[in-house]
């Protein structure tokens, strides 16, 4: 199975903020593509995009499914952030809001 | 009940805004992220001054947030010396690769440890030449290929592989020698920590310091990045094996206390 | 002040330590072990900073370190030591940041023997490492001398932030001579933009010395060619006795201009019109004054403790139509006086037979 999504797939955020428990933002400005995040998810929820960074690297980008359970989802455990050799990972985690 | 995405990680502050000249997978990107961290952490990063070396990481001077000086290859612990005589209340680090410090630069470093100078060396093993082209290093495994071993490292005519961790760990001066790996998140996570470790060891003035890291060279090596990573957790664990091999009295006494 | 008795290597030392040296990095290698020996205890006693370092490979990296730190430091070593250092004084060079090292010039090449030659000319005034640059050279000729360019050497090296080397000859090390002692300095704290001290309070700095880009390579090099030319313009240095319109003019520097300055002494008293011209600063070179000397000197007579390497630079500075001679001493033979009158002598142009009355000349003294 390729690492590769499909060409022109666009970046989505993962599902509804009611069943998400995290969220990562990839800077695709120093993504080089290298792919340990995608080997790292728990819940291979990353995958290497089609489309081109503008230094010519498939950059790393959250998988998005039309009907996903949330156990395929990100949970924020940066496991990627920590693997990635560019730090070009912000991880997210839902939490409650504070008042 | 409301939520929001709150950032759980973010790219260290000790970390400029450039992008690395390091190739896709390089562990030498982890490597510095896992420094940035600790000195965000420790809130360090302006009392701090890095003596970058000469190998891949030789830019290391224009990706940390810090003062940084440039030395001649395998003299990073010798100019480190220099400057932390002068500024003792500074921390001072090396980063440096195979070929700077177990090759032309091993006088420098067992001195450094002889003398318990306080500073913190980064060492990053990845068991060939990288910026060079891939050539052999001193810590190349036997029957590697390199451009300077296309037959396979001979041990015969070169050698084994030098153990640095176990001969540092026999000098006096040394407070805490360690090797680690960054192969996974679990072992990148006991690598910062050992790099805490170390500088909170020159913070409080116990000694010299040395975390060794394996890491990957996927060009070099001829290998995806994920590849790299699998040949640093099978071959490169089984000849140079992870852990303490000396952590003084003193050291340990930090833990406890 | 009094004047004392000391031995030149320690001499050095004290000016340094009276001059503000706050950082002493050095490796032992006769003759100028005392040097560091002294410091050793010196430097700890006023709380400075003092290491033996293994090499002088390692020494001149962590004078690197200080120097890039903002600290007045310097090194000491002899010929061969100096060759080893040679590739960390082109980083230093390249880098911009001052330093002094002292040079007890021994017998070579290779491990040489112990006696003292002026054979490091070329690699101290020629830069020595590579790439373009010069140090700044000074050639003393007593420990007082010595002492007080010591004294003045790490003023000297801030000002262009450049290396300042003090080449004697291994005999001045190991001399002792009356001494004035100059005056103990305070050590004064400074920001002078660049140093290295962590980055409170401001951006942060970083000293290197790679340039991958060719043109940014040639703006850093125009920079120091600039600063050498400001060099060349302020720090020339020589002395000159009856220099002016003498038939024969010797050129020596250091320990050959004492001994060649006795031989001259009785070669005048037996009425030979021969003068001394004492190169001080052996870079920048007083090629000026030796071109303006030549025009009005029938002949010069180059005297030096090796194979001829000064003597190049006065061939450089007085061009082709006057005469030069050489007279050498290699291996760390120290010829006595009456052998370099003895060569003044035999290089005294013939006298004039213009019509102009020949200057009076007593017959040669002991020439065989």
């Given at each position: 199975m390729s690492i590769f999504g499909a060409p022109d797939a666009p970046i989505l955020r993962t599902p509804a903020p009611s069943r998400a428990h995290g969220d990562i933002l990839v800077?695709?400005?120093?993504?080089?593509?290298?792919?340990?995040?995608?080997?790292?998810?728990?819940?291979?929820?990353?995958?290497?995009?089609?489309?081109?960074?503008?230094?010519?690297?498939?950059?790393?980008a959250l998988i998005t499914f039309s009907n996903a359970q949330p156990q395929e989802r990100c949970t924020g455990c940066m496991l990627c952030s920590t693997i990635c050799p560019d730090a070009a990972i912000t991880v997210y985690r839902l939490q409650p809001a504070r008042a | 009940m409301t939520e929001e995405l709150k950032i759980v990680y973010e790219r260290p502050h000790a970390l400029t805004e450039a992008i690395t000249h390091y190739c896709p997978g390089c562990t030498?990107?982890?490597?510095?992220?896992?420094?940035?961290?600790?000195?965000?952490?420790?809130?360090?990063?302006?009392?701090?001054?890095?003596?970058?070396s000469v190998g891949c990481s030789v830019f290391s001077y224009n990706y940390f947030n810090c003062d940084f000086a440039s030395a001649a290859h395998g003299r990073a612990p010798a100019m480190a010396t220099g400057i932390k005589r002068v500024h003792p209340d500074r921390m001072v680090f090396t980063y440096q690769g195979d070929g700077d410090l177990a090759a032309i630069g091993t006088g420098e470093i067992i001195h450094a440890a002889a003398r318990g100078e306080n500073i913190t060396v980064i060492f990053v093993n990845n068991a060939i030449y990288g910026m060079t082209g891939g050539q052999m290093a001193p810590t190349s495994l036997p029957g590697m290929k390199t451009t300077s071993s296309i037959r396979g490292r001979d041990t015969k005519t070169t050698g084994f592989p030098l153990k640095m961790s176990e001969m540092l760990a026999t000098i006096e001066g040394a407070a805490y020698v360690v090797r680690r790996s960054v192969h996974d998140p679990g072992h990148i996570n006991r690598a910062r920590k050992a790099i805490r470790t170390a500088f909170e060891i020159q913070q409080k003035g116990l000694g010299f310091s040395i975390v060794e890291i394996l890491s990957a060279c996927p060009v070099?090596?001829?290998?995806?990045?994920?590849?790299?990573?699998?040949?640093?957790?099978?071959?490169?664990?089984?000849?140079?094996?992870?852990?303490?091999?000396k952590v003084a009295d003193t050291v340990k006494a930090l833990s406890r206390g | 002040m009094t004047k004392e008795l000391w031995k030149g290597n320690e001499a050095i030392a004290e000016a340094?330590?009276?001059?503000?040296?706050?950082?002493?990095?050095?490796?032992?290698?006769?003759?100028?072990?005392?040097?560091l020996e002294y410091l050793s205890w010196r430097m700890p006693d006023l709380g400075r900073a003092f290491l033996q370092a293994e090499s002088e490979l390692a020494a001149i990296n962590m004078v690197y370190g200080a120097a890039a730190a903002g600290a007045r430091t310097m090194t000491s070593s002899s010929s061969p030591g100096v060759s080893l250092m040679q590739e960390g004084l082109s980083y230093i060079a390249a880098s911009n940041v001052p330093m002094v090292m002292v040079d007890m010039m021994r017998g070579g090449p290779g491990l040489g023997n112990l006696a003292p030659t002026q054979a490091d000319y070329f690699q101290l005034v020629k830069g020595g490492g590579h790439g373009d640059y010069h140090p700044i050279v000074l050639a003393p000729s007593s420990v007082q001398e010595a002492a007080d360019m010591a004294y003045a050497a790490f003023d000297l090296a801030d000002r262009y932030r450049t290396i300042v080397i003090i080449a004697a000859d291994g005999n001045i090390g190991q001399m002792m001579e009356p001494v004035e002692m100059p005056v103990m300095r305070e050590l004064v704290p400074r920001d002078r933009g660049w140093e290295l001290t962590g980055s409170v309070g401001r951006p942060r700095r970083v000293i290197h010395s790679l340039n991958l880009s060719p043109v940014e390579m040639a703006k850093i090099n125009a920079l120091i060619q600039d600063k050498q030319r400001l060099i060349g313009a302020n720090e020339v240095r020589y002395a000159e006795r009856f220099?002016?319109?003498?038939?024969?003019?010797?050129?020596?520097?250091?320990?050959?201009?004492?001994?060649?300055?006795?031989?001259?002494?009785?070669?005048?008293?037996?009425?030979?019109?021969?003068?001394?011209?004492?190169?001080?600063?052996?870079?920048?070179?007083?090629?000026?004054?030796?071109?303006?000397?030549?025009?009005?000197?029938?002949?010069?007579?180059?005297?030096?403790?090796?194979?001829?390497?000064?003597?190049?630079?006065?061939r450089l500075a007085t061009g082709s139509p006057v005469p030069i001679d050489f007279l050498g001493r290699m291996g760390g033979v120290m010829p006595l006086p009456d052998e370099v009158l003895e060569a003044i002598q035999q290089a005294m142009p013939a006298p004039r037979t213009n019509g102009i009355d020949a200057p009076k000349r007593a017959a040669p003294i002991g020439l065989n």
């Open positions: 800077d695709e400005d120093r993504c080089k593509g290298c792919g340990l995040c995608v080997a790292v998810c728990p819940k291979h929820v990353i995958e290497l995009s089609g489309r081109f960074t503008p230094r010519g690297y498939h950059p790393a | 030498h990107g982890i490597i510095h992220r896992l420094v940035a961290e600790v000195m965000d952490e420790m809130g360090i990063t302006e009392r701090t001054i890095g003596v970058a070099n090596w001829g290998m995806t990045p994920t590849d790299a990573l699998h040949y640093v957790e099978h071959d490169m664990v089984n000849y140079f094996p992870l852990g303490d091999f | 340094c330590v009276r001059g503000g040296l706050e950082a002493y990095f050095g490796y032992p290698i006769t003759p100028q072990t005392e040097l220099a002016e319109g003498c038939d024969l003019l010797v050129v020596a520097f250091g320990s050959a201009a004492r001994i060649a300055q006795t031989a001259i002494r009785q070669a005048r008293e037996a009425g030979l019109n021969v003068g001394l011209f004492r190169p001080i600063s052996l870079y920048p070179f007083p090629s000026e004054r030796l071109a303006a000397l030549a025009a009005r000197t029938r002949k010069f007579l180059v005297f030096e403790l090796n194979a001829g390497q000064m003597f190049e630079d006065v």
